[in-house]
C-alpha cells in the first residue's frame, strides 16, 4: 500500500467515509503505516509531502492517545520523521516535547 493510500483511508476513516469506520484506532494505523512507508514520490501532486503527513499525524496520535497508547517517545519520533520531511509544524513539536530520557 502506498502512502498516498493509507493517508487517503486515514481521512475517510476520520470522516466515517467510504464504508469504512469512524474509529481512531484505525486512524492512528493508517497514518503511522504512511509514515513507515519510505517512498521515492513522497510528494503528492498538490505538493504536499504524504509520508511527512503521515509522521506528524501519527505523532499527534501517539502525543495525545487518540487511537493508541499515549506515548510522548513515540510522538517525538514521529515528529522528528516529519520534520526531517519538511514539516516546520512537526520541528516544533518534537522540540517541544523532546527527546525521551535514557534509562
Known amino acids: 500500500m502506498s502512502p498516498e493510500a493509507c493517508v487517503a483511508l486515514a481521512t475517510m476513516s476520520t470522516q466515517g467515509k467510504g464504508g469504512l469506520p469512524k474509529e481512531d484506532k484505525a486512524v492512528a494505523s493508517y497514518y ?12 503528492d501532486v498538490d505538493g504536499s509531502n ?22 510522548p ?23 517541544k516535547i523532546g527527546p525521551p530520557a535514557k534509562k
Open 73 to 95: 517517545g513515540r510522538a517525538f519520533e514521529f515528529f522528528t520523521r516529519a520534520c526531517d520531511r519538511g514539516d516546520k509544524a512537526s520541528c516544533d513539536q518534537a522540540k
Open 32 to 43: 503511522t503505516r504512511a509514515c513507515g512507508l519510505a517512498s521515492m514520490h513522497d510528494v
Open 50 to 71: 504524504v509520508v511527512a503527513q503521515g509522521c506528524a499525524k501519527a505523532g499527534s496520535a501517539s502525543a495525545g492517545g487518540k487511537g493508541v497508547t499515549k506515548d
